[in-house]
Nanobody
Framework: QVQLVESGGGLVQAGGSLRLSCAAS????????IGWFRQAPGKEREFVGG????????RYADSLKGRFTISRDNAKNTVYLQMNSLKPEDTAVYYC?????????????????WGQGTQVTVSS
């Protein structure tokens, strides 16, 4: 089992950057694929990106490629989401989630463990 806690959210102006962290506890972190999702008010939760167990493979939502980067430090049990060139439409609650399947899934239902989320607000 994995417990996840996100941090690093806040208010930023358009064009700015934020780095979110997902700190994990539990003995299975190193075997978990980690995904990032976000949910804006009135919208469904959507896939942002994910990273493999070793960190050697990543996958991103097409609309976010080039602006968002995911990395992980298994020694620190932490996954990061670096967000650059932020836009007001990036405003959402951001969640990290863990799953132990083979592939980096874009489907939230494939992820068994979730953090509580961290708010990101981008002002214009």
């Amino acid at each position: 089992q994995v417990q996840l806690v996100e941090s690093g959210g806040g208010l930023v102006q358009a064009g700015g950057s934020l780095r979110l962290s997902c700190a994990a506890s539990g003995r299975t972190f190193g075997t978990s694929i980690i995904g990032w999702f976000r949910q804006a008010p009135g919208k469904e939760r959507e896939f942002v990106g994910g990273i493999s167990r070793s960190g050697s493979s990543t996958r991103y939502a097409d609309s976010l490629k080039g602006r968002f980067t995911i990395s992980r430090d298994n020694a620190k049990n932490t996954v990061y989401l670096q967000m650059n060139s932020l836009k007001p439409e990036d405003t959402a609650v951001y969640y990290c989630a863990a799953q132990e399947r083979v592939l980096i899934s874009t489907l939230q239902y494939d992820y068994a463990y979730w953090g509580q989320g961290t708010q990101v607000t981008v002002s214009s």
